[in-house]
C-alpha cells in the first residue's frame, strides 16, 4: 500500500487536504509554479491534493507542448 493509500497529506503549504497523487520532485519547477512546499522533501516524491495537482497538470501539458514545439513537432 502506497503513501496516498495510507492518508498522506498534500505537501502544499496551508493545504491539509488528503493527497490524491504524487510526483517526481525532478518532473516539475515548484518555484516556476508558485508552490510552497510544506517541509524538505524526502524520496524526490510530491504529494499533491486534487486542486494542487490540477494546477500542476496544467503546467505540465504548457511546457510539454512548448518542447515539442521546440523540437519542431508541430501538430
Same mark, same amino acid.
Given at each position: 500500500m502506497?503513501?496516498?493509500?495510507?492518508?498522506?497529506?498534500?505537501?502544499?503549504?496551508?493545504?491539509?487536504?488528503?493527497?490524491? %497523487?504524487?510526483?517526481?520532485?525532478?518532473?516539475?519547477?515548484?518555484?516556476?509554479?508558485?508552490?510552497? *512546499?510544506?517541509?524538505?522533501? #524526502? !524520496? =524526490?516524491?510530491?504529494?499533491?491534493? %486534487?486542486?494542487?495537482?490540477?494546477?500542476?497538470?496544467?503546467?505540465?501539458?504548457?511546457?510539454?507542448? *512548448?518542447?515539442?514545439?521546440? #523540437? !519542431? =513537432?508541430?501538430?
Amino acid at each position: 500500500m502506497g503513501r496516498v493509500k495510507k492518508g498522506q497529506v498534500c505537501l502544499v503549504a496551508g493545504c491539509e487536504e488528503e493527497a490524491v %497523487r504524487s510526483l517526481s520532485l525532478a518532473s516539475i519547477d515548484v518555484r516556476e509554479l508558485g508552490l510552497q *512546499l510544506k517541509t524538505e522533501v #524526502r !524520496g =524526490g516524491k510530491v504529494y499533491l491534493c %486534487r486542486k494542487h495537482y490540477k494546477e500542476v497538470k496544467k503546467y505540465l501539458r504548457k511546457v510539454r507542448r *512548448l518542447e515539442k514545439w521546440r #523540437r !519542431g =513537432g508541430f501538430p
